[in-house]
């Protein structure tokens, strides 16, 4: 069964903290995308990868850093956290065949006080 | 840059019939998803159109008509379980462009 796991549900920071989110795939697959989903907004593509070590800026890379040392693992770093970075964070992972359909992980909600 | 446009709500009746339309304006355009989220939980994947026309699978439909830059999701015998937010994406090379999603309630 496909699965994308990510290492906190729930999370609560203070401003300025380093953050550190994790998120794991067992599919084998070759892309993996950090994604954060606000009211009204829908889901914004932070970053994404479609190899090891390499990454690449989606939609809004602004405050963010990422880090994929090993195909199966995808990490999205807030260097100096935020209140306006409170949200749902989403990984997802593809493959390269055909639809490249995309699967989730459960997301985290951060909570940047 | 890319641009996709869809409903915030919509309400509808058990067993009813609902449709939910997606307009977009993306470059390099390979298909469209269409993804169900429930509240608190991730999306999961309901539909993927590459070519002109309706895709039927049980109870959910899916449209698209590229020269239009139009889709919709058509979802039939309405039940209360299908009450979650519907999200449009385009598919453009590796990447997905999301629509804000329409928030679908069903009602006794």
Redesign the interface.
């Known amino acids: 069964d496909v699965k994308?796991t990510q290492s906190s549900r729930y999370l609560v920071k203070r401003t300025g903290e380093k953050v550190f989110l994790e998120c794991v795939q067992d599919m084998d697959h070759e892309?993996m995308?950090w994604?954060r989903q606000d009211p009204?907004?829908?889901?914004?593509?932070i970053y994404?990868s479609?190899d090891v070590k390499m990454k690449e800026k989606?939609d809004i890379p602004e405050g963010y850093s990422v880090s994929r040392e090993k195909k199966e693992r995808f990490s999205l770093i807030l260097e100096s956290a935020s209140t306006n970075q409170t949200s749902m964070y989403?990984c997802a992972s593809?493959d390269n065949s055909g639809?490249?359909?995309?699967?989730?992980?459960?997301?985290t909600r951060l909570t940047v006080l | 840059g890319q641009n996709i446009d869809q409903p915030t709500e919509m309400t509808a009746t058990e067993g009813a019939i609902v449709q939910i339309n997606c307009t977009y304006q993306t470059s390099g355009f390979n298909g469209l998803f269409w993804y169900q989220q429930h509240a608190g939980e991730a999306p999961t994947f309901l539909s993927y159109n590459v070519l002109d026309g309706l895709e039927e699978k049980g109870r959910f439909s899916s449209f698209l008509s590229r020269s239009k830059g139009y889709s919709y999701l058509l979802l039939k015998e309405l039940q209360m379980k299908d009450s979650a937010s519907y999200l449009c994406a385009s598919h453009n090379d590796y990447k997905l462009s999301f629509g804000a999603g329409t928030t679908v309630t069903v009602r006794a």
């Open positions: 994308v892309n995308f994604y009204g907004l829908g889901l914004r593509l994404f479609y989606g989403l593809s639809a490249n359909e995309q699967f989730f992980g459960p997301g």
